[in-house]
């Protein structure tokens, strides 16, 4: 890859000045057409358009931000009707956004019953469609599990200064706010981790957006944007080695899942026989996965859990999902950088601690308990390793855009940002 396509949207989006176009930069091949209905019909199929929302009706970004105010003072960032609600209170999150208004569609699963129960010993899974949380999950650097304890679901719990505490807001506006956290782990091998994030969410508008993407003015579509720019630093006194173990940024984005929604990953081919792990939580069943021409589809129907990674020499900066039913293209961009370590968060402590992909994608599902957390589908970036001296730190970007609308044009943006048609 001849750049990594985030300075091209840090560009873009601080001095709006005119830059390459960012799949050119991201090294993929150009577009490819439409695939045929035969081969993809399965995957992205054409369904009729969902009923308008009310405002105040489950589904519509109204009726969430009214139940999200009752429990914290969110702050609700504008550009035009695209609307994102943050919350200080539920660990820096960005419940849900909207591109038209209060009626419009909500695109960020929420769990509500959580938010009234009684807090969960392993996870407490509020929802939102962008969270941040440390890496590892699993490994001899794992968060996640007390030193010698076995890796599994029994003995896991989610560190509580990203799962359960609240997060201080340090300044806003309208179209951005500023979140901090200070944190003092422990890591699987005993290495005491103090650290702090430093996380800042902006919203996009509707023209930064075209820029970016080199998008044509289109009234049949409505979109909204926006970037967050995660700091990771150690503040404590000694540095984070190969030896001591580290953390990394991880990015997890929780969506509504359907039955006809699939999630698209675009990905090198060249030197990667085998460019995704697809057994995270067992091997991902045949007719749920698919990888064709550099492009690896994925069911997002939150009715059988399964996880999938890009390791970072096969990783694109960008992924997506295509929902048929509601006509919404969701777009995710982060950095990649092929060149440096990235963490193995599988819960084993045998394999490479540095073998780690840096692009997931999940599907939920029901455990074989029979309970089920969600349903929802994440798309998921992850930071390098933060191999840090005492007093530095590291960054990783990471912005989401949701479009909807006329089906024939949300092709052709998926074919620009993603090197592929919906199957239309």
Same mark, same amino acid.
């Given at each position: 890859?001849?750049?990594?396509?985030?300075?091209?949207?840090?560009?873009?989006?601080?001095?709006?000045?005119?830059?390459?176009?960012?799949?050119?930069?991201?090294?993929?091949?150009?577009?490819k057409e439409s695939p045929s209905k035969d081969s993809l019909s399965a995957n992205l199929p054409t369904t009729n358009p969902s009923p308008a929302l009310k405002g105040d009706e489950p589904g519509s970004f109204g009726y969430d931000l009214n139940f999200l105010q009752k429990h914290d003072k969110v702050v609700v960032l504008k550009s035009g009707d695209a609307q994102v609600i943050v919350s200080p209170k539920y660990q820096a999150k960005v419940f849900t956004s909207t591109a038209n208004?209060?009626?419009?569609?909500?695109?960020?699963?929420?769990?509500?019953?959580?938010?009234?129960?009684?807090?969960?010993?392993?996870?407490?899974?509020?929802?939102?469609?962008?969270?941040?949380?440390?890496?590892?999950?699993?490994?001899?650097?794992?968060?996640?599990?007390?030193?010698?304890?076995?890796? #599994?679901?029994?003995?896991?719990?989610?560190?509580?200064?990203?799962?359960?505490?609240?997060?201080?807001?340090?300044?806003?506006?309208?179209?951005?706010?500023?979140?901090?956290?200070?944190?003092?782990?422990?890591?699987?091998?005993?290495?005491?981790?103090?650290?702090?994030?430093?996380?800042?969410?902006?919203?996009?508008?509707?023209?930064?957006?075209?820029?970016?993407?080199?998008?044509?003015?289109?009234?049949?579509?409505?979109?909204?944007?926006?970037?967050?720019?995660?700091?990771?630093?150690?503040?404590?006194?000694?540095?984070?080695?190969?030896?001591?173990?580290?953390?990394?940024?991880?990015?997890?984005?929780?969506?509504?899942?359907?039955?006809?929604?699939?999630?698209?990953?675009?990905?090198?081919?060249?030197?990667?026989?085998?460019?995704?792990?697809?057994?995270?939580?067992?091997?991902?069943?045949?007719?749920?996965?698919?990888?064709?021409?550099?492009?690896?589809?994925?069911?997002?129907?939150?009715?059988?859990?399964?996880?999938?990674?890009?390791?970072?020499?096969?990783?694109?900066?960008?992924?997506?999902?295509?929902?048929?039913?509601?006509?919404?293209?969701?777009?995710?961009?982060? #950095?990649?950088?092929?060149?440096?370590?990235?963490?193995?968060?599988?819960?084993?402590?045998?394999?490479?601690?540095?073998?780690?992909?840096?692009?997931?994608?999940?599907?939920?599902?029901?455990?074989?308990?029979?309970?089920?957390?969600?349903?929802?589908? #994440?798309?998921?970036?992850?930071?390098?390793?933060?191999?840090?001296?005492?007093?530095?730190?590291?960054?990783?970007?990471?912005?989401?855009?949701?479009?909807?609308?006329? #089906?024939?044009?949300?092709?052709?943006?998926?074919?620009?940002?993603?090197?592929?048609?919906?199957?239309?």
């Amino acid at each position: 890859m001849k750049k990594i396509l985030y300075l091209i949207i840090s560009a873009t989006m601080l001095s709006e000045c005119n830059n390459p176009r960012p799949n050119d930069a991201a090294g993929r091949a150009s577009p490819k057409e439409s695939p045929s209905k035969d081969s993809l019909s399965a995957n992205l199929p054409t369904t009729n358009p969902s009923p308008a929302l009310k405002g105040d009706e489950p589904g519509s970004f109204g009726y969430d931000l009214n139940f999200l105010q009752k429990h914290d003072k969110v702050v609700v960032l504008k550009s035009g009707d695209a609307q994102v609600i943050v919350s200080p209170k539920y660990q820096a999150k960005v419940f849900t956004s909207t591109a038209n208004g209060l009626s419009g569609a909500s695109f960020g699963w929420i769990h509500y019953k959580a938010f009234d129960g009684a807090p969960d010993t392993h996870m407490n899974a509020y929802g939102g469609e962008n969270r941040l949380w440390l890496g590892p999950e699993g490994g001899k650097f794992s968060l996640f599990f007390k030193s010698g304890a076995k890796m #599994e679901i029994a003995n896991w719990k989610t560190p509580a200064a990203f799962d359960t505490e609240p997060w201080q807001l340090k300044d806003k506006n309208e179209t951005s706010v500023i979140l901090q956290k200070d944190m003092h782990l422990v890591n699987y091998a005993g290495t005491k981790l103090d650290l702090s994030i430093n996380r800042e969410i902006k919203i996009l508008d509707r023209d930064m957006i075209n820029r970016l993407f080199q998008l044509e003015p289109d009234a049949s579509i409505k979109v909204v944007g926006y970037q967050t720019i995660n700091l990771l630093k150690n503040t404590g006194k000694q540095a984070w080695t190969e030896t001591s173990g580290m953390p990394c940024i991880w990015m997890l984005d929780m969506f509504n899942p359907g039955d006809h929604t699939t999630v698209i990953i675009p990905y090198k081919k060249d030197g990667n026989p085998k460019p995704a792990t697809t057994d995270y939580f067992g091997e991902i069943a045949a007719d749920r996965i698919k990888l064709a021409d550099g492009i690896l589809y994925f069911k997002a129907d939150g009715k059988s859990r399964g996880k999938l990674g890009i390791h970072p020499s096969a990783a694109n900066p960008v992924a997506g999902s295509y929902d048929a039913d509601k006509k919404i293209l969701t777009i995710t961009l982060f #950095e990649v950088n092929e060149r440096t370590k990235y963490l193995n968060q599988e819960w084993n402590t045998t394999k490479p601690p540095f073998s780690g992909d840096a692009v997931n994608a999940y599907n939920d599902g029901p455990l074989a308990s029979g309970t089920q957390m969600g349903p929802f589908y #994440e798309l998921e970036s992850v930071s390098p390793a933060a191999l840090l001296p005492a007093g530095e730190s590291m960054t990783h970007h990471h912005s989401v855009f949701h479009f909807t609308g006329n #089906e024939k044009s949300l092709d052709a943006i998926s074919k620009k940002i993603l090197g592929v048609g919906l199957g239309l």
